[in-house]
């Protein structure tokens, strides 16, 4: 709950905030440098940087990096201060404690900037120190602060961009004409095409809307399967240098065709408008039918085609084939990871689906030799949208019910399928990712075997599932609690198990009851799903540089 007086204190200091930020000094970028804290000392800092004649490639580039940051951080505060009476109030809040963060990162930058500053006026003082710094060590000095500056405004557009994107669920269309007031931008467009394809995502191909659906022709017949998924990278037909990832859904075979097709073409629509480095989720550029006989009934499923970016890796893996291979990477790498997993989960859900089938098979990565490449999320077998009727459909695959919630195990889940069962699903994979090992192994025979340290085989042969289901997940959370704080820290500790506890009762349970949970377009949850992902990225930050 809110309180009311907090939020109307919060309304009047906001725009205040704001119009701090929002006095940012942005020169002309054709000059090809920018370093501007707070409009007071901008032009005499980047004066400085100018009158360097010796700057070299990399802090140059640096510069350069920071303008462009600077830049895009400019255009979502200004589209922030004209949206912010149309906001929900858990926004707002939530909006305010980033605005104070950046606030306090600008300050922090600028003060190390004036180190060299005394009494007399530091701006001429910094000068004369600056000549009386030679060489490697002047350039070393402000590589050092640049760098922090570039960094500390990258880690605050991190957290930033996922709670940005929340907006695209406020159903009010008073969001709509603010954003018709916005000066057009990169950062606006996006969030106004996203929120058009969320309106019209029941608007019919025949109302003059040009299909999704291609025909399955446009695709090359050779394809490379990738291990422990269900996807598949290939090529265009007429386009045969350009990679697409293929992904297929696995509905069950006596699903009306009529009745999910709808839910394939509105994600496909969706996922047409992503950034696919900011979100995690890859683009999608049409949808092919795919006849086949399943258990010996004829059946079409639906294969999604994915643009790979350029300069991505070939060939792909995924998630399960490293946690088995367990090659070492950084612990920083292995934490973006978690961070790029996470920030795909809160995208599916502000687009306003459910993934139901979130494990490390359906986590694709293009990885290189030494470096952990940037992941992303797929495996839409079942995906529908978060407000439509759920199938009660089931397995006993142990493998998969590892990461379903209790409540969504065996042939018939007691539970219909929402959003905090997927958050349930993330905080298994987090655990995987911690402890850098797979969860599912094979034994000599190569069959599919738990973790030699995941006690939970007598669990798995439980004849009563609901029991064993119990057991399992305080199981999980046991071993998150016991074996995660001394491997990645506390914090990321905390967000495994707030996801793993994601639908229980009392204090536990960090995300809240569920009646506080329930807002017409679910801010609430993204709100404190974000805020918990957050938590990750201010600690490893200090236990990785």
Sequence with gaps: MFDPLSIAGLALAVPGVLDLCLKLNVPDAAHGLLLTILPRYGKEILAICRNQSNLDNELDGMIITYN????????????????WNALPAALQQHYNHALERLKGKELAALESLKALEDTDGWVENARNTFHRLRGQSRRLYMRKHIKQAVDDLEDWQAKFDPSWYLIT???SPNVDQKLQDIPPNDASRRLAQMREAIKSLSVLDAQGKQSIFRDATIIQGNVQHI?????????????????????????PVDTPRERVKPYVRDLARMLHNVDPMTF???????????????DGTATTQFQFIFDVPAGLSIPATTL??????????????????AQQLARSVMFVHTAGFVHKNIRPETIVIFHEESRLGPSFLTGFERIRPADTQTDHYGDLEWEKNLYRHRTRQGLHPEESFKMQHDVYSLGVCLLEIGLWCSFVCEDGDGRSVPWDQLDISKALADKDHRRGAFAIKRALVSLAKERLPCIVGERYTQLTTACLTCLD???????GNQADLQDEDGIIVGVRYIERVSLIASEQAGRTH
């Design 68 to 83: 462009g940051l600077l830049l895009k951080t400019h255009v979502q505060l200004e589209s922030l201060k004209i949206l």
């Design 169 to 171: 669920r406020i159903t």
């Design 227 to 251: 291990p422990y998924s269900n996807s598949f990278i290939s090529h265009y037909s007429n386009q045969p240098d350009r990679a697409i990832l293929l992904d297929r859904t696995n509905y």
């Design 280 to 294: 995690g989720l890859l683009k999608c550029e049409g949808v092919t039918e795919v006849s086949e006989v399943k």
């Design 320 to 337: 399960r084939h490293l946690l088995r291979a367990r090659p070492q990477y950084p612990l920083n790498q292995r934490i973006q990871l």
């Design 505 to 511: 009762q009392g204090e536990e349970n960090v995300f």
